[in-house]
């Protein structure tokens, strides 16, 4: 089943989100990390530096977090920037690509919280079994 054919810049790419190695799985596993929901929902408020993320996004590890703001950046999400300071100071920020997922993560965390006393209910339920 082929969801489509995309053409973004130079770079045609047939999609099939159920083929093993159709690209737009990785991107789904990218944005569909709860370290990445996370980040571009921290980032939402604009450019934060490294210690800001990880003291905001509790339970994180350093290796998850950095490994998670290579992969946004890479994917074009995330920007990081250097200033020329002593010490050096790096801040990440959403660039457009990241900031069109906003609506998607404001939708997540908005399920989340109204269906949490749900989910907690239905666990409740399967755990008594």
């Known amino acids: 089943m082929k969801w489509g054919t995309h ?3 130079s770079i045609q790419v047939e999609t099939d989100l159920f083929a093993r190695d159709c690209p737009s799985r990785q991107v789904l596993d990218r944005i569909g990390d709860r370290w990445s929901v996370l980040v571009v929902a921290v980032l939402r408020d604009g450019p934060k530096r490294y210690g800001e993320l ?4 509790q ?7 950095t490994q998670t703001l290579r992969g946004l950046e ?5 920007t990081r920037t250097v ?3 002593v010490p050096p100071r790096v801040d990440y ?3 457009d690509l990241g900031r069109s997922l906003l609506g998607l993560v404001s939708a ?8 949490i006393g749900d989910v907690l209910a239905a666990r409740d339920r399967y755990d008594t079994r």
């Open 7 to 9: 053409l973004r810049e």
């Open 54 to 57: 990880a003291a905001t996004i």
């Open 59 to 65: 339970g994180v590890s350093q290796k998850m977090l």
């Open 74 to 78: 890479r994917d074009g999400l995330v």
């Open 83 to 85: 200033h020329a300071a």
């Open 93 to 95: 920020a959403l660039t």
């Open 108 to 115: 997540l965390e908005s399920w989340a919280t109204t269906h």
